[in-house]
């Protein structure tokens, strides 16, 4: 299948045909060259629904031993000047 090149704007652009395409509407690509050759990829956002599955991907043994302790000190706020200093403390 052939289609054409074209300046749009200061980028080039490609119209897809609908007969290759896999996105609905606008959508973000990614686009790679390997060698002479473009690759366009559907960019796949992750949302709070993939949670289970990002989980899932974790070892078992992940964090077995639970978390280090890290006491916490107070923070020297002395190097920040004047005016946020104050702030920050009062």
Avoid: Y
């Avoid at 302790?69 to 706020?77: A, G, K, L, S, T």
């Amino acid at each position: 299948m052939l289609t054409r090149v074209f300046k749009s704007g200061n980028s080039l652009a490609v119209r897809i045909p609908k007969e290759l395409a896999f996105v609905d509407g606008a959508q973000d690509v990614e686009v790679e060259r390997v060698g002479n050759t473009l690759v366009l990829r559907p960019v796949v956002r992750e949302t709070i629904g993939d949670l289970t599955e990002i989980f899932a991907a974790f070892p078992k043994s992940f964090m077995a031993g639970g978390r280090e302790f890290h006491e916490e000190h107070e923070r020297d706020w002395s190097g920040l000047g004047g005016t946020q200093a104050n702030k920050v403390q009062g």
